[in-house]
């Protein structure tokens, strides 16, 4: 079976700080890894997938699957950025893909 | 243009109730999806909609839980007989042709049982 593990809850910084939330997982098959984020009072939305290769926002995620790992990562961090930040892995079907998210890990960004 | 929208966006039911939520995807997507987001939880997966077609239920916790989409556009989620560990974060998403890719979430029901 699929795993994601995010194993901070809460991530503190200070503004200019390097970030890095942690992603492992488990999964038989070929990888296809997300980075959804919930900033207060809005909805999920899609932050980066690892296929893009895009840096949005100042953030990066490099797939490792030697390690099974996602991580997430800005080299400094903003105010704006503190929000919750889920991990999520997409497990193909029979002509349909759905999605394991982990627990989530809280940014805090402090001026 | 309109996004994924939910509604109510608040319920609450008596314990033993039924409730009725609903989903209103973006105009053309094909795939579907429910989620259920306990408090500290990540969104977990209930079930997903291909058009009419529900194929894929395997997340739904109990057969109290059911879920339609009949004319492969609106959704309802329907949850018999309420119970505590019911209360949580409805979500539903939805999605273009295709496998895989970007699912567009609503902002979500938040069930509380009493």
């Known amino acids: 079976a699929q795993r994601v593990t995010q194993p901070e809850k809460l991530l503190s910084v200070f503004k200019g700080a390097p970030v890095e939330l942690k992603c492992n997982y488990s999964?038989?098959?070929?990888?296809?890894l997300f980075w959804y984020v919930q900033y207060s009072r809005q909805r999920l939305q899609l932050l980066l997938r690892?296929?893009s290769r895009e840096s949005i926002k100042g953030f990066t995620a490099d797939l490792n699957k030697g390690e099974t790992s996602f991580h997430l990562k800005k080299p400094f961090a903003q105010e704006e950025d503190s929000a919750m930040y889920y991990c999520?892995?997409?497990?193909?079907?029979?002509?349909?893909?759905?999605?394991?998210f982990g627990k989530g890990t809280m940014l805090l960004v402090s001026p | 243009g309109a996004g994924v929208s939910q509604s109510p966006r608040y319920k609450v039911a008596k314990r033993g109730q039924d409730v009725a939520l609903r989903c209103d995807p973006i105009?053309?997507?094909?795939?579907l999806f429910w989620y259920q987001q306990a408090l500290g939880q990540g969104p977990e997966f209930l079930t997903y909609?291909?058009?009419?077609?529900?194929?894929?239920k395997s997340g739904l916790p109990s057969d109290r839980f059911f879920a339609e989409r009949p004319e492969g556009s609106v959704s309802t989620l329907k949850i018999q007989r309420t119970q505590q560990e019911d209360s949580a974060v409805y979500l539903c998403?939805?999605?273009?042709?295709?496998?895989?890719?970007?699912?567009?979430f609503g902002p979500g029901t938040r069930l509380t049982v009493l």
């Open positions: 998403a939805s999605k273009g042709k295709g496998v895989g890719g970007e699912q567009f």
């Open positions: 999964y038989s098959g070929s990888p296809e």
């Open positions: 690892h296929i």
């Open positions: 999520a892995l997409e497990r193909l079907n029979s002509g349909y893909s759905t999605l394991t």
């Open positions: 105009s053309g997507h094909v795939s």
């Open positions: 909609f291909q058009n009419e077609a529900q194929l894929d």
